[in-house]
């Protein structure tokens, strides 16, 4: 094999297959590129907070009639039948829903001297659709400290707006984290009050949400044994800007509440990544192009030396062999540097995406993906080589 290596190098064309590389070289490193960095912005961020597009989810409810003001019925609300065909549309990833409490609650707390009651309300979710979990998220009836986690929006109407106009004072998360609160359940003949303490803010819910399994002991001690149908849903989807969203909701005279916002973002990141790809991917094919004929010439260059080693007794896939090494060298270096570039790219951007809470998503797919587009470059490539070859 030495021989054939020997005649085979003479008539190779540097320039050639510098220009193949080059171009595999720079096709391959955008397309890559193109994909960890959608990666990075469609991952769900690690931290508590929601991000430009990790949060994808609406909350539903429906319309109430102008009539409800006029009557003592309950709120419309959904039945098994309607989350059911909810779950069955395919931009629903999941459907949440809420828990309603169906006894009297208070809460009371006092601020610089002066101390503030009301009626308050209660609701619960699964915990996977809450966007934060703060340490202490449970209920043990055995040592009865109710978690509230409520809406940030709430802490701004009091910041700005109840607190300005009274005179008290302003609170930060972390200063009304540490405010107690006395928390009085009435119904069904008992009366108790109970510790509580609020333990996280979110940006997703706007409600004043306690952990399922203090809903589901409350409610057995304190409700009135009815049970209904929720009144709101809380719903995974794909892409909150998806018009068959807004179809849907329209024709079952639903309404959604929640930033939409982040689907557009999200449209827009897979927008950039697919012009990205699809101009790496017509780099690659250029640079395919120019490998193939290079072939071509090379192969017709050296066909009297093919010729001539297939009359020694050297079988035509012999002598291809010390091309498809060549190409397969080639291809497997290209894609070690095309990773290398990925790896450095998104360690360039990582810091500004952390600066908005995304977490940052795995190479694994853009590896994967740079993988089986070098092993489908290089088979074709190794056919090519075989073709050629073989007709000499």
Same mark, same amino acid.
């Given at each position: 094999?030495?021989?054939?290596?020997?005649?085979?190098?003479?008539?190779?064309?540097?320039?050639?297959?510098?220009?193949?590389?080059?171009?595999?070289?720079?096709?391959?490193?955008?397309?890559?590129?193109?994909?960890?960095?959608?990666?990075?912005?469609?991952?769900?961020?690690?931290?508590?907070?929601?991000?430009?597009? %990790?949060?994808?989810?609406?909350?539903?409810?429906?319309?109430?009639?102008?009539?409800?003001?006029?009557?003592?019925?309950?709120?419309? +609300?959904?039945?098994?039948?309607?989350?059911?065909?909810?779950?069955?549309?395919?931009?629903?990833? *999941?459907?949440?829903?809420?828990?309603?409490?169906?006894?009297?609650?208070?809460?009371?707390?006092?601020?610089?001297?002066?101390?503030?009651?009301?009626?308050? #309300? #209660?609701?619960?979710?699964?915990?996977?659709?809450?966007?934060?979990?703060?340490?202490?998220?449970?209920?043990?009836?055995?040592?009865?400290?109710?978690?509230?986690?409520?809406?940030?929006?709430?802490? +701004?109407?009091?910041?700005? %707006?109840?607190?300005?106009?009274?005179?008290?004072?302003?609170?930060?998360?972390?200063?009304?984290?540490?405010?107690?609160?006395?928390?009085?359940?009435?119904?069904?003949?008992?009366?108790?009050?109970?510790?509580?303490?609020?333990?996280?803010?979110?940006?997703?819910?706007?409600?004043?949400?306690?952990?399922?399994?203090?809903?589901?002991?409350?409610?057995?001690?304190?409700?009135?044994?009815?049970?209904?149908?929720?009144?709101?849903?809380?719903?995974?989807?794909?892409?909150?800007?998806?018009?068959?969203?807004?179809?849907?909701?329209?024709?079952?005279?639903?309404?959604?509440?929640?930033?939409?916002?982040? *689907?557009?973002?999200?449209?827009?990141?897979?927008?950039?990544?697919?012009?990205?790809?699809?101009?790496?991917?017509?780099?690659?094919?250029?640079?395919?192009?120019?490998?193939?004929?290079?072939?071509?010439?090379?192969?017709?260059?050296?066909?009297?030396?093919?010729?001539?080693?297939?009359?020694?007794?050297?079988?035509?896939?012999?002598?291809?062999?010390?091309?498809?090494?060549?190409?397969?060298?080639?291809?497997?270096?290209?894609?070690?540097?095309?990773?290398?570039?990925?790896?450095?790219?998104?360690?360039?951007?990582?810091?500004?995406?952390? +600066?908005?809470?995304?977490?940052?998503?795995?190479?694994?797919?853009?590896?994967?993906?740079? +993988?089986?587009?070098?092993?489908?470059?290089?088979?074709?490539?190794?056919?090519?080589?075989?073709?050629?070859?073989?007709?000499?």
């Amino acid at each position: 094999m030495k021989l054939v290596a020997k005649i085979l190098r003479q008539n190779i064309s540097i320039a050639q297959f510098a220009a193949y590389t080059l171009a595999s070289l720079v096709g391959l490193a955008i397309i890559m590129t193109a994909v960890k960095f959608y990666c990075d912005l469609t991952t769900e961020p690690a931290a508590d907070d929601d991000t430009v597009i %990790g949060a994808d989810y609406i909350v539903i409810s429906r319309r109430v009639p102008i009539l409800a003001a006029f009557s003592n019925s309950n709120a419309p +609300a959904f039945s098994e039948a309607d989350i059911a065909e909810l779950k069955a549309q395919p931009w629903v990833r *999941g459907v949440g829903a809420f828990t309603n409490a169906n006894f009297d609650i208070y809460g009371s707390v006092s601020l610089g001297g002066r101390g503030l009651s009301t009626a308050l #309300f #209660f609701e619960s979710i699964p915990d996977r659709y809450i966007d934060i979990t703060p340490e202490g998220w449970s209920f043990d009836p055995a040592d009865p400290t109710v978690p509230v986690i409520i809406s940030k929006d709430y802490l +701004a109407l009091y910041n700005f %707006g109840f607190a300005a106009s009274r005179g008290l004072p302003q609170l930060s998360e972390e200063m009304i984290s540490q405010v107690p609160l006395a928390i009085t359940l009435r119904g069904n003949g008992r009366s108790d009050s109970l510790p509580g303490r609020i333990v996280g803010f979110s940006s997703r819910l706007n409600t004043v949400a306690v952990p399922e399994t203090f809903m589901t002991w409350a409610n057995s001690r304190y409700g009135d044994g009815r049970t209904s149908d929720p009144s709101r849903l809380i719903v995974e989807v794909t892409d909150p800007a998806d018009p068959a969203i807004h179809k849907y909701l329209d024709s079952h005279d639903i309404e959604a509440a929640g930033d939409r916002g982040s *689907g557009r973002t999200g449209r827009i990141a897979s927008v950039i990544t697919t012009v990205a790809s699809a101009v790496g991917a017509v780099i690659a094919c250029l640079a395919l192009i120019i490998v193939s004929l290079s072939i071509f010439l090379l192969v017709r260059k050296n066909r009297r030396a093919i010729s001539d080693l297939i009359f020694l007794g050297y079988t035509a896939r012999e002598v291809s062999a010390y091309y498809k090494r060549l190409i397969i060298t080639i291809n497997v270096c290209v894609f070690a540097a095309a990773t290398a570039i990925m790896l450095a790219a998104s360690w360039l951007w990582h810091d500004t995406l952390a +600066a908005i809470g995304l977490g940052g998503g795995s190479p694994l797919s853009a590896i994967v993906i740079g +993988a089986g587009l070098t092993a489908v470059i290089t088979l074709v490539n190794t056919i090519t080589i075989a073709r050629l070859t073989a007709k000499h």
